[in-house]
């Protein structure tokens, strides 16, 4: 089974600041993909970012990078530059190389404080 | 482009009842995936159609079902609702039931459930 796993609820940042959040899972397989999805109050969930398993490179997509370490199961997320578009919920998703879900977390809920 | 819509935007039921919740998906997607979510839980896959057959399931009973039609879109249909299947449903589309194609998700329906 796969499970993944955020254990900050809520996190706060100010303006032009870096913030990291968490992202731990748990999986046997070997090839899987990880995601970032952002959930602003509109509650359409938007990708931020995704990362191959069998890539060893981080994943960067401008302000956000990822920070994955295959053997310890983590997949962080640094936001650079922080603004206030994006608060929002953040979740760490995972899925398989055969499988067609999601598995999620709970979420991180960050807010940018002007 | 158009992008994944779902109607409607918020539904009240009572316990016993059944509902449809439906889901057009983007242009050029065949694919529809169907999540539960909780309040201040991540999304949980229900189910997922491709070209028309279910394609993947969740831990959800048979009380959930669905249908995609011809032209993609699809529909949720919950019976004997339960005051525990109060949530957000999102729908989510691609352009196949491969693995990892990027599922692009509507702004979801809010069920509640009293």
């Known amino acids: 089974a796969q499970t993944v796993t955020q254990s900050q609820p809520e996190m706060s940042v100010q303006e032009a600041e870096t913030v990291t959040l968490s992202c731990t899972y748990d999986?046997?397989?070997?090839?899987?993909?990880l995601f970032w999805y952002k959930q602003p109050p509109s509650r359409q969930m938007i990708l931020v970012i995704r990362q191959e398993a069998y890539k060893q490179q981080n994943a960067t997509e401008n302000r956000f990078s990822v920070n994955f370490q295959k053997a310890a199961k983590s997949f962080s997320l640094k936001i650079s530059d922080s603004q206030l578009g994006d608060t929002a919920m953040y979740f760490c998703a995972f899925m398989t190389n055969t499988g067609n879900q999601f598995y999620f977390g709970t979420g991180t809920s960050l807010t940018v404080i002007p | 482009e158009t992008g994944v819509t779902q109607s409607p935007t918020h539904l009240i039921k009572t316990r016993g009842q059944q509902v449809t919740l439906r889901c057009s998906s983007q242009?050029?997607?065949?694919?529809v995936s169907w999540y539960q979510q909780a309040l201040g839980q991540g999304p949980q896959f229900i189910f997922q159609?491709?070209?028309?057959?279910?394609?993947g399931r969740g831990n959800f009973p048979p009380r959930f079902s669905g249908l995609q039609f011809p032209n993609y879109s699809s529909e949720l249909n919950v019976n004997a609702l339960e005051l525990d299947d109060s949530a957000l449903y999102l729908c989510a589309s691609s352009r196949s039931g491969k693995t990892p194609d990027e599922q692009f998700f509507g702004p979801g329906t809010r069920l509640t459930v009293l």
């Open positions: 242009s050029g997607h065949n694919t």
């Open positions: 999986t046997s397989e070997n090839n899987y993909y």
């Open positions: 159609y491709y070209r028309e057959e279910e394609n």
